[in-house]
């Protein structure tokens, strides 16, 4: 156990804030535009930020996915039923996010620009993994083949993929965030995921992940983790139990105004 814990950040202080559930009228933009908005604080003396979101209805695909032949008219049919839709700035590549999904950004200060990136997603695996331990369910690292949005440090039980992990550096502060599918059927979540890919692709055979079913699973499925609610309240006293003070409750204070302008800039520079 001391060796596992020597992987997890050790933090004089983190505030962390759990938004409400994004109800499907609102755009899943905002989410990431918050949390740009607010990484820039951290970058200017903020103190670190851990962001617990959901969104009730949404795909969010990477760059790689916008430059899919078809892309903008795939994503146009999602939004067609009612699902909202966005390029997000960080790595990895298209999602599907129910209000079963748990997405977890950890925003962090980088002032030497001497960051140590697998460190980082190690230590996020780690606070994935051990807020599983109440319900049991052995998660390990490593990609899977054949799963959404691939990436190194997939972390799965028993071979089934339920999240992913990315990150996006800004100038003076950075952010690690993951997926965590925590509610609901993998296979139909996959189900969206290759409609996408098979819309957006048109006649390209390459260029995109070959998604399969069979390999992503819900936490439910794969560890009886009750839901989501119950997944993020063992998140975040998994997250607390790294800080010598936490603060929770208070949202951190963001100027709507500016969240607004970043959604601007980022469908303009994303989109």
């Not at 390029?87 to 298209?94: L, W």
């Not at 697998?118 to 331990?133: C, G, N, P, T, W």
């Amino acid at each position: 156990m001391a060796r596992e814990d020597t992987l997890l950040h050790k933090f004089e202080e983190i505030q962390i804030w759990e938004s409400p559930l994004m109800k499907k009228d609102e755009d899943v933009l905002e989410a990431f535009a918050w949390e740009e908005v607010m990484c820039r604080q951290v970058g200017l003396g903020h103190r670190p930020v851990a962001h617990l979101w959901r969104h009730e209805n949404a795909l969010v695909i990477g760059l790689r996915d916008r430059r899919l032949k078809k892309a903008e008219e795939a994503m146009q049919q999602f939004r067609n039923k009612g699902i909202s839709t966005c390029v997000r700035p960080s790595g990895g590549a298209a999602v599907r996010l129910t209000r079963g999904v748990v997405n977890l950004s950890l925003m962090l200060p980088n002032p030497g620009h001497a960051i140590n990136i697998h460190d980082d997603f190690k230590s996020m695996v780690e606070y994935i993994r051990k807020a599983i331990l109440p319900w049991g369910g052995h998660a390990v690292a490593g990609e899977i083949e054949g799963a959404y949005c691939p990436g190194d440090y997939d972390v799965a039980i028993n071979g089934r993929k339920f999240c992913g992990i990315a990150q996006r550096r800004l100038a003076k502060a950075y952010l690690v965030t993951g997926f965590i599918i925590v509610e609901g059927s993998g296979d139909e979540l996959t189900e969206d995921i290759i409609q996408f890919y098979d819309q957006a692709a048109g006649d390209a055979d390459e260029g995109y992940p070959q998604v399969r079913y069979g390999s992503m699973g819900s936490l439910n499925e794969l560890s009886g983790v009750p839901s989501a609610e119950a997944y993020m309240q063992s998140l975040i006293e998994t997250i607390g139990a790294s800080a010598e003070k936490v603060y929770t409750g208070a949202r951190p204070s963001v100027p709507q105004s500016e969240v607004e302008r970043t959604v601007a800039v980022l469908k303009e520079r994303y989109d």
